[in-house]
């Protein structure tokens, strides 16, 4: 079965630098997703990507965060100063249409 | 706006026993309504989803959920309840083409 792939699983980081968070999703969908679980609590959404550009984002994902997809299969998620309270598990889904998300198994990441 | 309420943050079941989730969701419109199960350190999986036709909906591992429009749920249920059925369980609903989760409830099994 067709998997959404993320790297690394885990990803330390100092606080204040760049991350790059990075995702292979299902090669025939059209909308990728990134949403953010901080531990302990809910999975919240945090941007929407289709036909090459943000469709929608959550107040959550300010200026510091940027998507891209730099060629035809990986999506991914840059932090360009990271905080203490970025600290969570990232996740990475894709979807043919609408609906039927497929998640990746996320990317930890711990911010020191 | 969608929203998704799960009541109860912790539920315990004996091994065997039935499991019964809850989930409540506001809408206006009719919505797509998914179950994700999350083992520790892992990512989240797909259980069941409805989106239109038979409102009772079956899944993997021997679960299954049934769409009740008068009462706005989808509580997600197993007949009995397995050691491996341990993990946090998530309801979510589809709007504007995006999720919004519910917080999660964790699931227990005693032996």
């Known amino acids: 079965e067709p998997e959404v792939t993320q790297t690394p699983s885990h990803q330390v980081t100092q606080m204040g630098q760049e991350v790059i968070l990075r995702c292979v999703p299902i090669?025939?969908?059209?909308?990728f997703y990134w949403y953010r679980q901080i531990l302990g609590q809910k999975v919240e959404f945090l941007v929407s990507f289709y036909n090459n550009e943000i469709s929608e984002k959550s107040e959550i994902f300010d200026d510091q965060f940027s998507v891209e997809r730099p060629d035809g299969s990986n999506f991914t998620l840059k932090i360009r100063s990271t905080k203490l309270e970025d600290s969570a598990m990232y996740f990475c889904a894709s979807t043919p249409r609408g609906f039927g998300y497929t998640f990746g198994s996320g990317t930890r990441l711990t911010v020191v | 706006a969608q929203s998704v309420t799960q009541l109860g943050s912790h539920v315990s079941v004996s091994e065997g026993a039935l499991v019964l989730l809850r989930c409540n969701y506001s809408s206006s419109v009719p919505p797509y309504l998914f179950w994700y199960v999350q083992y520790p350190n892992q990512g989240l999986q797909l259980l069941l989803k409805?989106?239109?036709?038979?409102?009772l909906v079956k899944g993997i591992n021997g679960f299954e959920a049934e769409f009740k429009k008068s009462e706005t749920s989808f509580h997600l249920t197993k007949p009995s309840a397995h050691m491996s059925d341990a993990a946090e369980y998530f309801c979510?609903?589809?709007?504007?083409?995006?999720?919004?989760f519910g917080t999660g409830t964790r699931l227990t099994i005693i032996p």
């Open positions: 090669s025939n969908h059209l909308y």
């Open positions: 979510a609903g589809e709007g504007n083409e995006k999720l919004t």
């Open positions: 409805y989106t239109t036709g038979a409102t």
